[in-house]
């Protein structure tokens, strides 16, 4: 049996030890496709607050066009930093007695803000004690090569990671998910990061609207040749008071099925180049924002249960 290369056996082998990442939900970061750079209302999918719930529910209050200058909220957003990573380690250390971790800038686009106010924040996190490097969130349109160059510096002593949410290759779904570039874009930035040496970690989205499987795996394939160093798999899910739940609640949206995610993201993973580090390979929600598919809401343990047993039996232990 085959075993899959995960992110923490990567992290173990490289540092002798168990490394966690730590999400941060930092205030005042935005989105070029919601703030009307770009488009407003976000991805038809997004309501961050689902994905991140350390976000304040505020949040509309404390958006700031970071891009305009000065950052009066700079000081609170250090703040943040150091509480939330605070916070984490002593769970972590508590209850799985791990010492070293990476400062994951997890909500919203997390390079969309004058790079000033993004070393000082990036700075703030590695400043802490046990915190190795740095995972970043962000999109393909909102990395300037300043902040690469910056990064690129840092990976020379840190573990720096830069996460990119692909989701599809398809422009038309890109354009249907209200996305605001196309794939060409996300293939441009991919590039110039691994010309800078960074480690790339690309987002893929299973059950997007319009989708059947052929096209899925075309994405995870062409993410491959893409240059990805590793890759989360998410089925796409709906949560209230978001734009797909509209379509959902109209009929013009069927989510994905259990089983057929599953044998799609065997089939992603049997297609995948060996040296490709697997991050993620499902997402859920557990509360009532919830609204389809069901088996979402379902526990970790549950689905990773029918994913491992379904690896399995492709030769595969994860």
Known sequence: MEQLRSFGSYLKKKYKKRVKKIPLAIG???CPNIDGTVAKGGC????????????SKNRDKIFLNLHSGENPLLGKQKAQVIEQIAASKLRFRQELGIKSYLAYFQAFTNTYAPFETL???YDTALAQKDIIGLSIGTRSDCVEEKVLEYLAELSKTKEIWIEYGIQSVYDKTLKRINRGHD???IETAIKKAKEYGLNV???L???LPGENQEMMLHSAKVAYEWGIDSVKFHPLYVVKNTLLANEYNRGEFTPIELNEYIDTLVKAIDMMPKDI????VTAGIDDDTLLAPRWCGESKNYLMGKIKQELAKAGYQY
Request: charge should be positive; hydrophobic fraction near 35%.
């Open 44 to 55: 038809t999918f997004c309501l961050n607050d689902s994905f991140s719930p350390n976000l």
């Open 119 to 121: 070393k000082q924040l």
């Open 28 to 30: 005042g970061f935005t």
């Open 201 to 203: 970690c690309g987002h």
């Open 277 to 280: 580090i697997i991050q993620r």
């Open 205 to 207: 989205i299973f059950g």
């Open 183 to 185: 794939a060409k874009n």
